[in-house]
């Protein structure tokens, strides 16, 4: 029997502590990729150490939820499951390699407007039609990227921001394929992309060329922190709704870059500041008035309870013939 301890909680509140504990344990990920690199570790090796480690994390933590029969699940592949697999390599190898060309708040407030993405794509690909609402939100948040990329054009900043749009996109499109096939499990295509990715990067990787106090923090990150961190935040949206998940994932957005900044002194431009309040408005905007939206939609189809009619309790009015006769008093 499988695992679950959100029986343990109400659902809600399950969810909520399960998806906080995830984006709270990702939040270090930036700063540690970082202190990898000061540490002679390479884009190219981190991407790969990264992929190869968290992919094998993943694993086991599937198959500890998941119980008996887990790997059958496991290894089941479709066409889907191999899209999926392909999207989040891509995103994987796409995120390091932006971390290694721009900033840290760049590259996280440009991968913070996934779930647009998924809207945009979703409309596209599944003729599912946001509401106006997403489409504003969709149109502040390109602005706000314009103008942390067009402070970049001259700048080797901007190969970094565009790879950050690639991981946006590519986590887009893994979120529509998942929507639209029910059958493909987040948690196995997640740590195939990630094996994928690490796969990609040996031909470029030097894995053995950064110091031991390098290797020793990709250990931790790859190995226990990423793959802890990526399981529970695939499980809280069993049990909330995406709009939560959403604004619980900014967390990392605003947390990562002031860790970075305070360790290491890593500032944010005057324009990415700007570029990311207008996102963040965005974003934060779309999911309070999706959830306030879902709340109302839920109490309008919510059955009204049936009207209860209380009876007069009168006693039986007894005819003649029906007297108890005298006899048997």
């Known amino acids: 029997m499988a695992w679950n301890p959100g029986l343990l909680l109400k659902d809600h509140s399950f969810g909520i502590v399960v998806t ?5 344990l990702l939040c270090p990920d930036a700063l540690l990729v970082r202190l990898i690199q000061g540490e002679g570790g390479s884009d190219w090796s981190i991407a790969f150490w990264r992929g190869m480690l968290t992919g094998i994390g993943l694993v086991l933590i599937y198959s500890m939820i998941e119980g008996p029969g887990a790997m059958r699940r496991f290894v089941y592949m479709d066409r889907w499951v191999v899209l999926a697999t392909i999207t989040m390599g891509i995103q994987a190898l796409a995120f390091i390699l932006s971390l290694a060309n721009t900033t840290v708040a760049n590259t996280l407030i440009i991968v913070a407007t996934t779930p647009l993405f998924t809207a945009l794509f979703s409309w596209i690909f599944l003729r599912e039609t946001p509401p106006v609402r997403t489409w504003v939100a969709i149109l502040l948040s390109f602005l706000g990227i314009l103008i942390i990329v067009y402070h970049d054009l001259e700048s080797v900043h901007m190969s970094g921001d565009l790879l950050a749009l690639v991981t946006a996109m590519g986590l887009g499109i893994t979120f529509v394929i998942i929507r639209h096939r029910k059958s493909v499990n987040m948690l196995p295509a997640m740590s195939m992309g990630k094996l994928l990715s690490g796969i990609a990067a040996i031909p470029l990787a030097a894995p053995l060329a950064m110091t031991d106090l390098g290797l020793g923090l990709m250990l931790f990150l790859g190995l226990i922190l990423l793959p802890v961190s990526f ?3 695939a499980w809280g949206p069993r049990y909330i709704p995406a709009p939560e998940v959403s604004l619980l994932m900014l967390l990392e957005t605003v947390l990562s870059p002031i860790l970075v900044w305070l360790a290491l002194g890593e500032a944010a431009s005057v324009q990415t500041i700007i570029g990311g309040l207008i996102v963040l408005f965005a974003l ?11 709340a109302r939609h839920v109490h309008q189809v919510a059955p009204k309870p049936a009207p209860i009619h209380i ?14 006769p005298e006899d048997r008093c």
Request: aromatic fraction near 0%; proline fraction near 3%; charged fraction near 15%.
């Open 231 to 233: 399981a529970l935040i």
């Open 284 to 294: 934060i905007g779309n999911s309070v008035l999706s959830l306030i939206s879902n």
């Open 311 to 324: 009876r007069e309790n009168r006693a039986p009015t007894l005819t003649k013939a029906d007297s108890v």
């Open 20 to 24: 906080t504990l995830g984006v709270l």
